[in-house]
């Protein structure tokens, strides 16, 4: 979380892009200059499967206002069936979170290919805004790790 | 075009008219086809279209016998019958546009009809 | 103590114009582990490089992150670079400060704020980096062809010519596939037979090529390079080193009402048979549901006419078991079963036959001998009427969705030959659409129309009815003059939708390759893979993978053929090093990971350990073959116990990198 001059809340994001749609989508809409916000920061994993609901309890626990997790459309996974375990695991860690009262517009899981640079720049403004509404994350931020 | 026309006849027959690929099985199946002046895959292409007028006023729509040999043999289930069965319903509820009164019906009778023409309308509630 | 050194791109203005890239290198300079931090106008050009490498000698680093473009462009670059420096590639980082950063902000303050903070995030993960060395694993120079059709044959033809062993397995006593069976081919008119027996022959005498006919493959374990493949041989009864062809027992074997299935059962074979006069390998099988010896002791008439003993009662299936390199796939396909369409009559009367029967009927070496004649009589048909699209283009519950492309011109083919060979027979066509994309292909169609005069009538048959007088009453509607139509024809010919064949659902399975939900097999990409399975090591032949023409068909089999050569000609091939793999020490060997795999890289072993009372103890625990792995790392997010983990992609490494986001 963020706060600059006019103490209009800069929402601090994490996406989890994965290398072989999305990410070369993020690198797309770069090589487009369809800008997006800087609240936006990418992490590239092989595949959307790799990534482990604790990594986004993480993020969230360090301060993170909003979490992404972008992956290659359904039936077009590199890895063939890995968003499908993506779909299913992050519906669980989403629910999980909607029973710890997390909003759920903090999370979000998009399927963005290697072509949709603009669908990707879309998704982060879009996602940007809706997390600047919420407001910062205090239920799952660990007050140990602000920084001073 | 008539939008609402159009609207009403898909939704009342529930079928996807876009799933018609032209290939003119429903009329080649067709027992009435040469009473009727609109075919089966008449119908079908012209509610795609919202020509519904002409259909509302043209006597293929009382030649249809429910038989469902078209529902039965369309490769890529579009169900004509019902299409023709929900363009009967908005002749019926346009009022004064009603095919034939009750009273007319004692003397239409034939005891030469066959029973099948009778009973397969009836088909219709069981598909 | 880690040593890391940063460099900073500017790419000319690229990068320069909207990060303040000396601030970005001077805050990186500060992290913990930094020892060198530059920044350089180009750093992927050649000066920009040597920079990185001397810093790598000078400094003796061990791990360099590169604020840069975006990975998919010059990560190899740098890991080459390092390595060159005698750095191990796998300890470099690249921080994407251009499209991910320069490109998309347009405020220096944000956008240099940003770039600082992704290459904090690419300095903590390099903190965890390991070096990597990228396995290898030999490759056995043996490819396997699964089916013996044309594209089976073309595919072995191939790999022998580049000087590989190829071995073909084919379930059918002979090679040659629905080729075989075929009369004359579009849009040349070439009859099939010559031009396919050539290759059967040489095939059988290209001594690179071994022939498992009548056999199947029942088992297949291993990866790329190293496939074990099991091989049942099914048994013939007859000796096939002995066995010399000669047919005399096919011409004395007293059980002669089998139908015979090379002719689609239009007429009868022996129970101990040579499906056709040209078959390869040619040797006689005998078939146990018909054989009066088999079946109850009493005949043994063959084993007595044989000259030189090659007929066996006792004998058993046999399994083979053999190593290769590559396997390709060329289960073709099947003409569907029309049971479910009655409307067309062809359960009710012999004279309404599928395509693939017309083949038969017309062909010289079929039942009868070459002149077409109605099955049900014998008598030459005045009028025939074909029905296209039977089974094709259907809705799911009705048949197949998809369009089986071959039937179009088959067709044309059919109603040309007949009106060449017959003029005084009608012939109709009943099309939706008649789809001719191909070489020469609408010119062939059109010919069928102007010169041949086919009466070509847009609309689809609803309905054949048998008459008492052996007629056929065909009502269809012709759509385009609006009117129905009555035709009583002699025979009706339906152009019923191909299938993928049986066995290739089970084969899949064996295989660990994807299929559809037609059970064509899927290949690794749609456009520029088309012939990869997404399996390594695992090639697609023909209309095993969809619909095909021969033409197609042979192209796509030398195509195949081109990619296992490609695979062969390696002595080994080099493994992504990037691969999961288990800390057996926490492994509980629970199964979760070996479920979510979708290459089947992850077996279980029995794995002896010391226990802290100085015994020893048996665990089953996890453990990934690094040549099969792909590293998606869906195997580490499914361990229970935290034991998976993925090289590059680590817990620790990921974690780092959002806690450096984060901080």
Not at chain 3, 204 to 230: A, L, M, P, R
Not at chain 3, 271 to 278: D, L
Not at chain 3, 289 to 300: P, S
Not at chain 3, 610 to 625: C, E, F, G, K, L
Request: glycine share 6%; net charge positive; aromatic share 6%.
């Amino acid at each position: 979380m963020q706060m600059n001059e006019n103490k209009e809340f800069e929402p601090l994001i994490v996406a989890f892009c994965c290398n072989w749609c999305s990410y070369a989508g993020a690198d797309l809409s770069g090589t487009n200059r369809l800008n997006y916000p800087t609240n936006v920061k990418i992490i590239r994993v092989p595949c959307s499967c790799r990534v482990n609901p604790m990594f986004i309890l993480r993020a969230f626990q360090r301060g993170a206002d909003g979490v992404i997790l972008c992956g290659c459309h359904p039936g077009d996974c590199h890895y063939t069936s890995g968003n499908y375990f993506t779909r299913r695991r992050m519906t669980l860690l989403f629910s999980m979170l909607d029973f710890l009262g997390i909003e759920r517009d903090r999370t979000r899981v998009e399927w963005v290919s290697a072509a949709e640079g603009a669908k990707f720049a879309a998704t982060m403004n879009e996602f940007t805004e809706a997390v600047k509404k919420l407001g910062p994350n205090r239920r799952l931020e660990d007050l140990r790790c602000r920084k001073q | 075009m008539n939008k609402n026309l159009k609207e009403q006849v898909l939704r009342a027959s529930g079928v996807n008219v876009l799933k018609c690929m032209r290939c003119g099985k429903c009329s080649g199946t067709c027992p009435s086809y040469d009473e009727m002046e609109y075919h089966p895959h008449q119908f079908v292409y012209m509610v795609e279209k919202g020509d519904i007028e002409p259909l509302l006023n043209s006597k293929s729509l009382y030649k249809c016998l429910t038989c469902f040999a078209c529902v039965e043999r369309c490769p890529r289930n579009v169900e004509p019958a019902k299409v023709v069965e929900a363009v009967r319903l908005a002749a019926v509820r346009q009022q004064g546009n009603n095919h034939m009164s009750p009273a007319q019906l004692p003397e239409m009778l034939d005891d030469d009809l066959p029973q099948q023409a009778i009973v397969t309308a009836f088909r219709k509630y069981v598909k | 103590m880690q040593r890391i050194g940063v460099f900073v791109c500017h790419c000319g203005t690229n990068i320069a114009a909207t990060v303040d890239v000396k601030a970005v290198a001077e805050a990186l300079g500060h992290e913990p582990g930094v020892v060198i931090s530059q920044d350089y106008q180009y750093m992927c050009s050649e000066s920009g490089q040597n920079l990185v490498k001397n810093a790598i000698k000078e400094h003796n680093l061990t791990g360099v992150v590169i604020c840069s473009c975006s990975p998919r462009m010059h990560e190899n670059t740098f890991r080459k670079a390092a390595a060159a420096a005698g750095l191990n590639p796998y300890l470099v980082e690249i921080a994407n400060i251009r499209e991910q950063c320069s490109w998309i902000h347009k405020d220096i303050a944000t956008a240099s704020e940003k770039a600082i903070i992704l290459g904090r995030a690419a300095i903590a993960k390099v903190h965890l980096n390991a070096p990597l060395i990228a396995g290898e694993s030999p490759v056995a120079k043996r490819a396997l062809v699964i089916g013996g059709g044309i594209a089976g044959i073309q595919t072995a033809l191939d790999i022998a010519e580049a000087g590989f062993d190829v071995d073909i397995v084919e379930k059918q006593p002979t090679i040659g596939g629905k080729m075989a069976q075929i009369d004359k081919t579009f849009p040349t008119l070439d009859c099939a037979a010559c031009i396919l027996t050539p290759k059967m022959v040489e095939a059988s005498q290209n001594e690179k090529i071994h022939i498992h006919s009548f056999s199947e493959v029942t088992d297949v374990k291993g990866f790329v390079g190293n496939f074990t493949v099991t091989i049942k041989k099914k048994a013939r009864f007859v000796d096939e080193t002995k066995c010399t062809g000669c047919g005399l027992c096919t011409e004395k074997c007293p059980m002669k009402k089998v139908p015979n299935e090379f002719n689609m059962g239009l007429d009868n074979r022996t129970a101990v048979y040579i499906p056709f006069a040209q078959a390869v390998p040619k040797v006689a099988t005998i078939d146990p549901n018909y054989c009066m010896m088999l079946k109850n002791g009493k005949c043994g008439v063959c084993s007595k006419v044989c000259s030189v003993g090659a007929i066996d009662y006792k004998q058993q299936d046999r399994f083979i078991e053999e190593k290769y390199g590559a396997i390709v796939v060329a289960t073709g396909f099947n003409p569907i079963k029309l049971d479910k369409y009655d409307e067309f009559a062809y359960n009710q009367s012999p004279d309404v036959v599928t395509s693939l029967e017309l083949e038969r009927l017309m062909n010289a070496a079929g039942p009868n001998g070459g002149t077409l004649l109605r099955p049900s009589d014998k008598t030459h048909p005045h009028k025939i009427v074909f029905v296209q699209c039977v089974g094709s283009r259907c809705d799911d519950s009705k048949g197949k969705p998809y369009c089986s492309k071959i039937c179009c011109m088959y067709t044309a083919k059919h109603a040309m030959l007949i009106r060449e060979k017959y003029p005084d027979t009608e012939v109709y066509v009943f099309y939706i659409d008649v789809r001719t994309p191909g070489k020469n292909f609408d010119e062939f169609y059109r010919r069928a129309v102007e010169q041949y005069n086919v009466h070509y009538i847009k609309g689809m048959v609803g309905k054949v009815t048998p008459k008492s007088d052996g007629k056929l009453a065909v009502q269809a509607s012709d759509l385009l003059s609006n009117e129905q139509l009555h035709i009583d024809a002699d025979m009706v010919v339906l152009a019923a939708a191909i299938e993928p064949d049986k066995t290739a659902r089970p084969l899949a399975t064996m295989l660990t390759t994807q299929m559809d939900t037609n059970d064509f097999f899927t290949e690794a990409h749609p456009k520029l893979r088309p012939v990869e399975s997404a399996t390594a090591g695992i090639f697609l032949s023909g209309a095993c993978q969809g619909p095909k023409d021969i033409p197609e068909t042979v192209a796509q089999a030398s195509a195949a053929a081109a990619k296992a050569i490609g695979l062969l000609c390696k002595n080994s091939i080099t493994c992504n090093p990037c691969v999961a793999h288990s800390n057996e020490l926490m492994c509980n060997g629970c199964s979760s990971c070996e479920k979510v795999c979708p290459y089947g890289a992850i077996t279980y072993i029995d794995k002896e350990f010391r226990m802290p009372d100085r015994t020893t103890a048996i665990r089953r625990v996890a453990s990934v073959n690094p040549a099969v792995c792909q590293g998606c790392g869906a195997c580490t997010v499914a361990c229970p116990s935290g034991a998976m983990d993925l090289n590059g992609f680590s817990n620790s490494q990921i974690m780092a990198e959002v806690d450096a986001i984060c901080k």
